[in-house]
């Protein structure tokens, strides 16, 4: 009893124990490998095993022949590979012979035989430990090693799979799918036909190979490449067209005749591939032969005979499929280049003499005759073609005499009776047809593109026709395959013959049946097309459904699953396995098989003992193995002949099945004669329960082995269950999407049954199905794979993408909540009924329903709601698997905290659900026609007032109110109307019941305001509890339906007061039908906001009260023009108002200010462009809209500019016009026109002084001046420029006449607008900013706190765009919020303060004062630049610089109150002397001046400078003209020479100068060496712009000469204006400024008049002097 304990107890929690044995039969006993740890990995070889275990060690066990140190062939002890102790393995593989292991750093070990090259090293027949395998990328520079990730081990050849997920090889025979010359190939090489695929997995047989790859994702659209026109292989064309008297042929039928050819230096590789039988035909079908209908029998074959190379015999193929020479590039061409068995659409046709089913077809005309003479002649010819074709084909090598005594006698080919009928139907089209369509119009002409949409009908249906059931199909299919490969050349025939891609069109439109286009149009109509969405497949744990299966290598025995034996030397992909979501495949010696998500295997090749698990035949194509019902498998294992399945069953604990021969027992080698039989399908192991958990199986040889944990821990045991769970689930779902989904899809009438809204909601709920149901595939892979491999809880998918799946559930409860609640389910019950009868048993019987009898709408929507249970058992489960850890890991915290997620997220669908029936229950009792315009897919009900518990204040006597509140709105219903108020947009809020006495809710809704009455406080307070949860939520969106934890918790008991919605205004006059989006208040837009009316207007900015205030943009669409308004700036109430820019859709812009919504005040209006008809820039005073005031208007196409006042959009008053031809008018206007009293200047000086009539239009008296000072007085007729009438006297002045000042006396100006009256608008604007509707009159205190404001204000606009601001601009901006004091007595460092505040002020455009200064600036350059600049406005130009320093002063003194007048006096302090030397404006003087030029000049004058100085050019032009040669003259005489010139005396003469450095002496040739540095200071007066400024220049230059001559007479010394000028003189000639002239007048006329009369006035005097002394200068 001790000893039974003992035992027990070493057993209990065994883990990851190795069992082993071989064949099924109830007296077989498993053995366990007794290892030192758990083992992680086994693989099975022909006679040994290899094993790893945990820590990455490697056992061997089983013989090993290539061991030199071995005892016995047959050893039972595992042994320790030490060749790899020292790395840490992580996979392992057998083959027949050789053993394989990977690193984690991604190495290959190999060891074991290696005669064909199957270990990868050269040179070594036999390899005995683990030696490392070089696999290097050779392409890449510099070579580097490939990390592997696993290998696979066959007879002859190796596989391995890279980390970038490439397939590479080595060893002998066409298995390794290598491009070599000579085998064996020992050095590793990637298999390049599969390069730039994702591959999975690699698997190898004992002479063939398999490769699961994923899908590539579809080309994008427009980016297919088009289907090859020419057969790879014999360059016949693939596509054929006949064109026939009544219809056209387009066939795409062409079968190679070349199939798979060996080039002359692969003599090796033939000899090793090609298979004991070839096919007995190659028969080419001719496309331009009529094609006939016929019939064949299964293939006959012959018995089993004794093994050819190595394999046993096979069934012999009657017929084949065509294959390509060599391997085409991609796989566009390998589908043109093989024929693929999937893609006919096989109709059932008449039955065969064997009972097989056969498709076939009829051509348009049927009835014509066979060409060959009678049957007999064909077969015969049949037979010498088959005969031929063979001679030629086998190789008379010595590995190949057995095949070809072994060929058997031809099966009958065709059935006498050629006119069966066969039905004949449309198949689904690829888009090579459509291709073929397109490109054939032009040969056949314009009847085929017009019907060329009749044909492409089918391709919106779906893959199966209409009238076809999937099961019949998919048979269908199988046994096409299976005829393709067991008969001859004739099933090419039939499916050349109309059944597959073949089509007779007709020859005219008129041709087509009116009831086939009708029909077809109404099918493209009612089509609905499932549209599965694709989970993102992006994450590498989500393992991948969307794959393909490749296999290459002998195919002898049909292992290849092509449908026929024929070797295949690169790899090809198995069609028929595309679309099953294949997630492992497996390779036993000469069978294949694949594992599907939905846990089904397919198995394909040898099936003699039974191994494939089914015995259909043939078994060329893949076959689902036959097991019973529920049963699922997820691992499974191929050895020699037999597989092995590890399956769930009825509980979760895993069962193993078994398929093949029976190994006799007590023998080793096993042959066919010692054989105990074999299996018809996989049987149950009856000891498998005994083992315990088993999470992988592996069969290899005659062995099998399993790895289980007996007495498992929980958690394996939860996730054993967690995974079988999930399998069940997505066979379940599988299961409805087939049985139930896809049926009802293909039904025809479908669309219009549900109805258009219905349809929609049917295709989106199909949509988050499939795409639910690939996730939970995805997961069950991802699952199933975790068992068999690591175990760590933190890899698990649920927990990883834990979003992914909420979201998803979440998404797909809500599809199906919103076709409950429009009624989709009852719709769908009468198609359901069409198709599964009028019981629908299979409904029932997918639903698992329990109530017998029950409605199948209930039915559906139970089907619909079952997934969402899924959630309970992930919480469940998750919850079970985190109490197996420490309660403080963080993995026990993460499956608790996930848990509860799944779980609360079940819970929050389930009342999901309970919304969606009330709602739906709601809605079959409400009246009929509000249901139609209130039932929305995503409405849901939350309470409604039926029971008369809310009723409307103040309503008729005989009136009913009903109010219902959705989750989206609040409907008022009445006898026949009904009113939406949308949540988002209502406020309520509870009544005081002191003063009333009622139970009252105020509800305010953006036009409408009305009082609820409730029955009584309860209900007041469920209501208004209801009502503001809704709006909430409504307000958060429906986000929170994926997070669930926080629906109920964190909630406000009451909605913001302001809030961003959107809403449609339904009544309001001004914005009926207009959308506003953005910020609310209290039921009105208030803040930022978008508003949309319904004719194509839009305002984008502020709102205050429900109307536009503030700053905003406003686009008004105009149709004529096609083009829009568009007004940029500031609104109040609803208008534009403030400074705004409008854009006009005719070209204008006008920029500046309005009022209710006119321009008014200061603007700018730019008409059209420059090389546009009419362009011309008006700057002035608008009012009302209209131009009014003084103003500017520039003509850029008539060269004209006028500034003068206006009235009511016409020039009336004074002004001035200039041209660019120099023309000068100043005068009178009116109506637009030159009219009255004016004067006319032209560029020569001729001036007229008269009457005006018309524009440049002399008409009265006036007197005509020459230039030369003759006059003409009179009166005068006649347009200026054209010729004159004049009836007058010529005066001609002689010297002394004492009228001989009259034409000096003209002065410019008199008839022009004064300045004082320009530009009032603009000023006006700086009042107003500052609170004064007068100028001057106003708060000081009121303008200091406007100007804060509007710092403050424009600050917080620009700080969201930081761009706008630079650094200094923002400190500047920072020292002006600081109000600087301005009240009091005014002292001299208070004035600097002011000074200081003002240059601040007025340096930016958030400054009023700067506002000013800029627009100042804008209206000045535009009067005076271009046209403008004219020399006859320098007078006008200075006054109005004038006119701007005196008004803003005025503006300036009312800041500053205490500030005295201008030319007022500051009195001296005792700091006056360090006030001096600081302030360089000034000369030094005990006292100071107040005046507008000193506190403004400096600010104003530098942005004015450039107009105004070329103003001065031009009229200075001919002195500077003078003054400039004489200055080129003298400039050419040496120091010395011009200063004896100039009469200097010698005492003043410089004797030696520095010049670099280096004193130099001063020689009689030497030139601008003198007074050097006080020329340079002199220059300098060019680079300023205030007059005080070059005042400042001027003092410098003095200074310089007085040191100058002070250094040279060493004593203290005076100057008299007889030795200084002389001095001066010379310097002004060498510092050769251009302008001197301008210079002086710009000085003379704005320099401040208190210092006229002081030092700077001498030295200004002295200059001035200078310049009219070189004009004058007689040079002798």
């Known amino acids: 009893?001790?000893?039974?304990?003992?035992?027990?107890?070493?057993?209990?929690?065994?883990?990851?124990?190795?069992?082993?044995?071989?064949?099924?039969?109830?007296?077989?006993?498993?053995?366990?490998?007794?290892?030192?740890?758990?083992?992680?990995?086994?693989?099975?070889?022909?006679?040994?095993?290899?094993?790893?275990?945990?820590?990455?060690?490697?056992?061997?066990?089983?013989?090993?022949?290539?061991?030199?140190?071995?005892?016995?062939?047959?050893?039972?002890?595992?042994?320790?590979?030490?060749?790899?102790?020292?790395?840490?393995?992580?996979?392992?593989?057998?083959?027949?012979?050789?053993?394989?292991?990977?690193?984690?750093?991604?190495?290959?070990?190999?060891?074991?035989?290696?005669?064909?090259?199957?270990?990868?090293?050269?040179?070594?027949?036999?390899?005995?430990?683990?030696?490392?395998?070089?696999?290097?990328?050779?392409?890449?520079?510099?070579?580097?090693?490939?990390?592997?990730?696993?290998?696979?081990?066959?007879?002859?050849?190796?596989?391995?799979?890279?980390?970038?997920?490439?397939?590479?090889?080595?060893?002998?025979?066409?298995?390794?799918?290598?491009?070599?010359?000579?085998?064996?190939?020992?050095?590793?090489?990637?298999?390049?036909?599969?390069?730039?695929?994702?591959?999975?997995?690699?698997?190898?047989?004992?002479?063939?190979?398999?490769?699961?790859?994923?899908?590539?994702?579809?080309?994008?659209?427009?980016?297919?490449?088009?289907?090859?026109?020419?057969?790879?292989?014999?360059?016949?064309?693939?596509?054929?067209?006949?064109?026939?008297?009544?219809?056209?042929?387009?066939?795409?039928?062409?079968?190679?005749?070349?199939?798979?050819?060996?080039?002359?230096?692969?003599?090796?590789?033939?000899?090793?591939?090609?298979?004991?039988?070839?096919?007995?035909?190659?028969?080419?079908?001719?496309?331009?032969?009529?094609?006939?209908?016929?019939?064949?029998?299964?293939?006959?074959?012959?018995?089993?005979?004794?093994?050819?190379?190595?394999?046993?015999?096979?069934?012999?193929?009657?017929?084949?499929?065509?294959?390509?020479?060599?391997?085409?590039?991609?796989?566009?061409?390998?589908?043109?280049?093989?024929?693929?068995?999937?893609?006919?659409?096989?109709?059932?046709?008449?039955?065969?003499?064997?009972?097989?089913k056969t498709s076939g077809g009829v051509t348009g005309t049927a009835a014509k005759a066979s060409p060959y003479p009678d049957e007999q002649a064909l077969k015969d010819y049949l037979k010498r073609l088959s005969d031929q074709t063979l001679s030629e084909q086998v190789p008379k090598g010595p590995s190949t005499t057995q095949c070809v005594q072994a060929v058997v006698e031809p099966a009958e080919v065709f059935n006498s009776d050629l006119t069966t009928p066969v039905a004949q139907s449309v198949t689904p089209m690829g888009s090579a047809l459509n291709n073929l369509v397109v490109s054939c119009a032009s040969a056949v002409g314009e009847r085929v593109a017009s019907t060329y949409e009749a044909l492409s009908l089918r391709k919106v249906i779906g893959y199966w026709g209409p009238s076809e059931r999937p099961e019949e199909r998919v048979r269908e299919e199988e046994c096409h395959q299976g005829k393709k490969s067991s008969s001859l050349g004739d099933i090419r025939e039939e499916e050349a013959d109309g059944v597959n891609r073949r089509l007779s069109l007709p020859g005219l439109l008129s041709q087509v049946s009116p009831r086939l286009l009708r029909g077809a149009s109404r099918q493209r109509v009612q089509a609905l097309t499932l549209t599965a969405t694709t989970v993102s497949e992006s994450d590498a744990r989500l393992a991948s459904l969307q794959t393909e299966v490749w296999s290459w290598g002998r195919g002898q025995e049909g292992q290849l699953g092509h449908g026929d034996l024929l070797p295949r030397l690169q790899p090809l992909c198995i069609k028929s396995l595309s679309g099953k979501e294949v997630i492992r495949v497996a390779a036993g010696s000469l069978h294949s098989l694949a594992l599907t998500a939905q846990s089904q295997v397919y198995s394909w090749g040898s099936n003699r003992f039974g191994q494939l698990g089914h015995m259909e035949s043939p078994s060329t194509i893949p076959r689902m193995a036959k097991m019973s019902e529920g049963i699922r498998v997820w691992d499974m294992g191929a050895g020699q002949t037999h597989t092995l399945l590890l399956a769930d069953g009825d509980c979760f604990q895993p069962i193993l099945y078994y398929s093949g021969e029976q190994a006799k027992e007590g023998s080793v080698d096993v042959t066919q004669e010692q054989s105990g039989g074999y299996t018809q399908q996989p049987v149950l192991l009856p000891f498998c329960m005994k083992l315990g958990y088993v999470s992988s199986v592996c069969a290899g040889g005659n062995s099998c082995a399993a790895l289980a944990d007996r007495n498992a821990s929980v958690s394996v045991v939860v996730l054993h269950e967690l995974a079988a769970a999930e399998r069940r689930q997505y066979c379940r779902l599988s299961s409805v999407m087939k049985t139930l989904l896809q049926p009802l899809l293909n039904l025809d009438s479908l669309s219009s049954t549900l109805g258009p809204p219905c349809t929609g909601l049917l295709q989106n709920l199909i949509g988050r199905f499939s795409r639910l149901s690939q996730l939970t595939g995805q997961n069950s892979a991802s699952l199933t794979s975790f068992l068999r491999r690591s175990r760590d809880v933190r890899g698990l998918v649920i927990l990883d993408n834990?979003?992914?799946?909420?979201?998803?559930?979440?998404?797909?409860?809500?599809?199906?909540?919103?076709?409950?609640?429009?009624?989709?389910?009852?719709?769908?019950?009468?198609?359901?009924?069409?198709?599964?009868?009028?019981?629908?048993?299979?409904?029932?019987?997918?639903?698992?329903?329990?109530?017998?009898?029950?409605?199948?709408?209930?039915?559906?929507?139970?089907?619909?709601?079952?997934?969402?249970?899924?959630?309970?058992?992930?919480?469940?489960?998750?919850?079970?698997?985190?109490?197996?850890?420490?309660?403080?890991?963080?993995?026990?915290?993460?499956?608790?905290?996930?848990?509860?997620?799944?779980?609360?997220?079940?819970?929050?669908?389930?009342?999901?659900?309970?919304?969606?029936?009330?709602?739906?229950?709601?809605?079959?009792?409400?009246?009929?026609?509000?249901?139609?315009?209130?039932?929305?897919?995503?409405?849901?009900?939350?309470?409604?007032?039926?029971?008369?518990?809310?009723?409307?204040q103040n309503a008729g006597r005989f009136s009913v109110n009903w109010f219902i509140l959705f989750n989206d709105a609040l409907v008022h219903a009445q006898f026949s109307t009904h009113h939406v108020f949308p949540l988002a947009t209502l406020w309520v809020e509870p009544m005081s019941e002191e003063n009333t006495g009622l139970c009252g809710l105020k509800v305010t809704s953006p036009e409408e305001s009305f009082t609820l009455l409730a029955s009584s406080p309860l209900e007041k307070a469920k209501w208004l509890r209801a009502i503001n949860q809704a709006v909430e939520q409504a307000l958060i969106g429906p986000v929170s339906d994926t997070a669930p934890l926080n629906s109920g918790a964190g909630m406000r008991a009451d909605p913001p007061i302001s809030r961003t919605a959107s809403y449609i205004f339904y009544k309001d006059s001004r914005l009926k039908e207009a959308t506003y989006e953005g910020r609310w208040v209290s039921g009105k837009p208030h803040g930022r906001g978008v508003l949309k009316w319904s004719d194509g207007r839009t305002y984008t900015g502020a709102f205050k009260n429900g109307l536009e205030d503030g700053f905003g943009d406003y686009i008004v669409p105009n149709k004529s023009l096609n083009k829009c308004d568009h007004y940029q700036g500031h609104w109040k109430e609803g208008k534009m108002h403030g400074l705004g820019t409008f854009r006009y859709s005719t070209g204008e812009?006008?920029?500046?200010?309005?009022?209710?919504?006119?321009?008014?005040?200061?603007?700018?209006?730019?008409?059209?462009?420059?090389?546009?008809?009419?362009?011309?820039?008006?700057?002035?005073?608008?009012?009302?809209?209209?131009?009014?005031?003084?103003?500017?208007?520039?003509?850029?196409?008539?060269?004209?500019?006028?500034?003068?006042?206006?009235?009511?959009?016409?020039?009336?008053?004074?002004?001035?016009?200039?041209?660019?031809?120099?023309?000068?008018?100043?005068?009178?206007?009116?109506?637009?026109?030159?009219?009255?009293?004016?004067?006319?200047?032209?560029?020569?000086?001729?001036?007229?002084?008269?009457?005006?009539?018309?524009?440049?239009?002399?008409?009265?008296?006036?007197?005509?001046?020459?230039?030369?000072?003759?006059?003409?007085?009179?009166?005068?007729?006649?347009?200026?420029g054209t010729g004159l009438k004049i009836s007058g006297s010529y005066c001609k002045p002689n010297l002394y006449d004492s009228d001989k000042e009259k034409r000096h006396t003209l002065k410019l100006g008199q008839?022009?607008?004064?300045?004082?009256?320009?530009?009032?608008?603009?000023?006006?604007?700086?009042?107003?900013?500052?609170?004064?509707?007068?100028?001057?009159?106003?708060?000081?205190?009121?303008?200091?706190?406007?100007?804060?404001?509007?710092?403050?204000?424009?600050?917080?606009?620009?700080?969201?765009s930081p761009e706008?601001?630079?650094?200094?601009?923002?400190?500047?901006?920072?020292?002006?919020?600081?109000?600087?004091?301005?009240?009091?007595?005014?002292?001299?460092?208070?004035?600097?303060?002011?000074?200081?505040?003002?240059?601040?002020?007025?340096?930016?455009?958030?400054?009023?004062?700067?506002?000013?200064?800029?627009?100042?600036?804008?209206?000045?350059?535009?009067?005076?630049?271009?046209?403008?600049?004219?020399?006859?406005?320098?007078?006008?130009?200075?006054?109005?610089?004038?006119?701007?320093?005196?008004?803003?002063?005025?503006?300036?003194?009312?800041?500053?109150?205490?500030?005295?007048?201008?030319?007022?006096?500051?009195?001296?302090?005792?700091?006056?002397?360090?006030?001096?030397?600081?302030?360089?404006?000034?000369?030094?003087?005990?006292?100071?001046?107040?005046?507008?030029?000193?506190?403004?000049?400096?600010?104003?004058?530098?942005?004015?400078?450039?107009?105004?100085?070329?103003?001065?050019?031009?009229?200075?032009?001919?002195?500077?003209?003078?003054?400039?040669?004489?200055?080129?003259?003298?400039?050419?005489?040496?120091?010395?020479?011009?200063?004896?010139?100039?009469?200097?005396?010698?005492?003043?003469?410089?004797?030696?100068?520095?010049?670099?450095?280096q004193e130099q002496q001063v020689l009689s040739s030497t030139k601008d060496a003198c007074f050097a540095s006080a020329v340079e200071t002199l220059q300098q007066i060019s680079t300023t712009f205030t007059p005080s400024d070059k005042l400042q220049v001027i003092q410098l230059t003095f200074e310089e000469i007085t040191q100058e001559v002070l250094s040279l007479l060493k004593q203290d010394f005076l100057w008299s204006m007889d030795d200084l000028f002389p001095v001066f003189l010379y310097v002004v000639l060498r510092a050769r400024i251009r302008n001197l002239g301008s210079e002086v007048s710009l000085i003379e006329d704005l320099m401040d008049p208190c210092v006229q009369h002081g030092e700077h006035g001498i030295m200004f005097t002295t200059l001035k002097a200078c310049y009219y002394q070189i004009q004058h200068e007689k040079i002798t």
């Open 1 to 356: 009893m001790d000893k039974q304990k003992s035992s027990e107890e070493e057993s209990s929690g065994e883990r990851a124990v190795l069992h082993t044995w071989r064949g099924y039969s109830c007296s077989v006993t498993p053995e366990k490998v007794l290892l030192p740890r758990p083992v992680v990995q086994a693989a099975l070889g022909a006679r040994h095993a290899v094993l790893l275990v945990e820590g990455g060690q490697v056992y061997s066990l089983g013989e090993l022949p290539w061991k030199q140190n071995q005892a016995a062939p047959g050893a039972a002890e595992p042994v320790l590979e030490a060749g790899l102790s020292e790395q840490h393995v992580v996979s392992v593989a057998a083959g027949t012979s050789h053993s394989g292991a990977v690193t984690e750093e991604g190495a290959v070990h190999m060891w074991g035989d290696n005669t064909h090259g199957q270990c990868g090293l050269p040179g070594l027949p036999v390899v005995p430990n683990p030696t490392p395998v070089a696999v290097v990328d050779g392409e890449s520079a510099p070579t580097k090693p490939v990390r592997i990730l696993e290998v696979d081990c066959g007879e002859r050849h190796t596989l391995a799979l890279s980390a970038r997920h490439e397939a590479w090889s080595w060893g002998s025979g066409c298995q390794p799918g290598l491009l070599a010359s000579a085998f064996p190939a020992w050095k590793p090489r990637r298999v390049e036909h599969l390069a730039g695929r994702h591959v999975l997995q690699v698997a190898c047989g004992a002479s063939h190979s398999l490769a699961l790859v994923r899908c590539p994702p579809p080309p994008p659209t427009g980016q297919r490449r088009p289907h090859a026109d020419k057969c790879g292989q014999c360059n016949q064309s693939v596509y054929t067209m006949t064109d026939k008297e009544d219809h056209v042929i387009i066939s795409d039928s062409h079968s190679c005749p070349l199939g798979v050819e060996l080039e002359e230096g692969d003599a090796r590789l033939a000899a090793e591939c090609v298979p004991c039988r070839e096919p007995l035909s190659h028969m080419k079908s001719s496309p331009s032969q009529p094609i006939l209908c016929a019939h064949s029998h299964a293939a006959k074959t012959s018995p089993p005979s004794a093994p050819s190379l190595g394999g046993p015999s096979a069934p012999e193929p009657q017929g084949q499929a065509h294959y390509s020479k060599k391997a085409p590039e991609d796989p566009e061409e390998s589908r043109t280049a093989d024929g693929d068995p999937c893609e006919a659409a096989a109709e059932p046709g008449g039955p065969g003499t064997d009972g097989t």
């Open 802 to 952: 834990e979003q992914l799946f909420l979201d998803t559930y979440s998404e797909y409860c809500s599809a199906v909540g919103n076709m409950l609640v429009m009624g989709g389910f009852h719709a769908l019950v009468k198609p359901c009924q069409e198709v599964f009868g009028k019981g629908a048993e299979l409904v029932h019987r997918v639903a698992e329903f329990p109530e017998e009898g029950a409605a199948l709408t209930d039915v559906l929507t139970h089907v619909f709601y079952l997934p969402i249970r899924h959630l309970h058992e992930y919480g469940r489960l998750l919850l079970k698997l985190a109490l197996c850890h420490d309660v403080s890991s963080v993995e026990h915290q993460k499956l608790q905290e996930v848990s509860s997620r799944y779980e609360s997220l079940g819970l929050h669908l389930k009342r999901k659900r309970m919304e969606a029936e009330h709602t739906q229950h709601f809605w079959k009792n409400f009246p009929g026609k509000m249901t139609d315009s209130l039932r929305k897919p995503s409405r849901r009900l939350l309470c409604e007032s039926s029971n008369k518990t809310l009723t409307l």
């Open 1149 to 1280: 812009v006008y920029e500046g200010s309005f009022q209710e919504n006119a321009r008014h005040g200061h603007g700018m209006m730019r008409s059209g462009k420059l090389n546009s008809s009419s362009p011309s820039v008006f700057i002035g005073q608008w009012l009302h809209d209209k131009r009014t005031g003084y103003g500017i208007f520039d003509d850029i196409t008539r060269g004209e500019k006028y500034m003068g006042l206006w009235q009511d959009d016409q020039k009336q008053g004074n002004g001035v016009i200039v041209t660019q031809f120099g023309l000068y008018y100043e005068g009178n206007f009116s109506g637009n026109k030159m009219m009255g009293t004016g004067v006319l200047l032209s560029e020569d000086d001729t001036t007229f002084e008269g009457e005006f009539s018309e524009d440049w239009t002399l008409s009265g008296k006036g007197t005509l001046t020459m230039p030369n000072g003759d006059y003409i007085e009179g009166s005068f007729s006649g347009v200026w």
């Open 1311 to 1360: 008839l022009a607008v004064p300045s004082e009256e320009k530009w009032k608008a603009v000023f006006e604007e700086c009042w107003r900013s500052l609170g004064c509707d007068v100028a001057g009159q106003g708060e000081t205190s009121t303008a200091w706190d406007r100007i804060a404001i509007a710092l403050t204000t424009n600050r917080r606009q620009h700080r969201d």
């Open 1364 to 1557: 706008v601001l630079s650094r200094s601009h923002n400190k500047t901006l920072e020292s002006l919020e600081f109000i600087p004091q301005h009240m009091g007595p005014v002292t001299l460092e208070k004035y600097d303060t002011i000074h200081r505040y003002l240059t601040k002020a007025c340096d930016t455009p958030l400054h009023p004062l700067g506002r000013l200064v800029e627009a100042l600036v804008a209206v000045y350059r535009m009067t005076y630049v271009g046209v403008g600049a004219n020399r006859r406005l320098l007078q006008q130009a200075v006054n109005e610089i004038k006119s701007y320093l005196s008004r803003t002063f005025q503006i300036v003194r009312f800041l500053f109150p205490d500030l005295p007048e201008e030319g007022g006096i500051l009195p001296s302090n005792d700091r006056k002397e360090s006030d001096s030397s600081e302030s360089q404006l000034e000369s030094p003087k005990p006292a100071r001046v107040v005046s507008s030029c000193a506190l403004l000049l400096c600010v104003l004058l530098p942005r004015l400078y450039p107009p105004l100085f070329t103003l001065y050019a031009l009229d200075k032009e001919k002195e500077d003209d003078v003054y400039w040669e004489c200055v080129l003259r003298l400039n050419k005489q040496p120091d010395h020479a011009l200063l004896a010139f100039l009469g200097v005396q010698r005492k003043f003469w410089p004797v030696g100068v520095v010049l670099h450095g």
